[in-house]
């Protein structure tokens, strides 16, 4: 069983890992309202949602960094799901949502966007989720 100060700091970790992945859920173009124009036929003709890749990137390694540093972890890992790995467990959940939302951001140079954008947005929607759902007991 886990001591008290281990599970505080657990919560801890949790709370400033879920902050920090507000903020980069406030940068994908979901975040924003689109304001489509009218067509002649009277529909609404709404641009295609985009982001730079790096932009997605960059926001995710100052996450892993902000954490490892608070957290006073000495191997900083390179990604979501190193760093949820080492403060939970290679079997958690959010181990592999983080992978899948890694796949969708990772190797693309220049805009993500299209089913892209959405399986980023999704993946990282349920990490939110999750991170609050277990806050929340």
Same mark, same amino acid.
């Given at each position: 069983?886990?001591?008290?100060?281990?599970?505080?700091?657990?919560?801890?970790?949790?709370?400033?890992?879920?902050?920090?992945?507000?903020?980069?859920?406030?940068?994908?173009? $979901?975040?924003?309202? /689109? !304001?489509?124009?009218?067509? *002649?036929?009277?529909? #609404?003709?709404?641009?295609? +949602? =985009? @982001?730079?890749?790096?932009?997605?990137?960059? $926001?995710?390694?100052? /996450? !892993?960094?902000?954490?490892? *540093?608070?957290?006073? #972890?000495?191997?900083?890992? +390179? =990604? @979501?799901?190193?760093?949820?790995?080492?403060?939970?467990?290679?079997?958690?959940?959010?181990?592999?949502?983080?992978?899948?939302?890694?796949?969708?951001?990772?190797?693309?140079?220049?805009?993500?966007?299209?089913?892209?954008?959405?399986?980023?947005?999704?993946?990282?929607?349920?990490?939110?989720?999750?991170?609050?759902?277990?806050?929340?007991?």
């Amino acid at each position: 069983m886990k001591s008290d100060k281990t599970n505080r700091h657990a919560i801890k970790t949790l709370r400033l890992i879920l902050e920090e992945l507000r903020g980069i859920s406030d940068l994908l173009p $979901a975040a924003y309202q /689109l !304001v489509g124009k009218i067509d *002649e036929d009277g529909e #609404i003709d709404l641009p295609e +949602s =985009s @982001i730079e890749s790096e932009d997605v990137e960059i $926001a995710v390694s100052a /996450l !892993v960094s902000t954490v490892a *540093e608070t957290c006073d #972890i000495n191997d900083e890992p +390179s =990604s @979501i799901s190193e760093l949820f790995t080492l403060i939970l467990s290679s079997g958690d959940d959010l181990v592999s949502l983080a992978v899948n939302f890694e796949d969708c951001i990772n190797g693309y140079s220049g805009e993500l966007f299209g089913e892209n954008l959405k399986l980023a947005q999704s993946y990282l929607d349920s990490i939110i989720t999750v991170i609050e759902e277990r806050l929340a007991k």
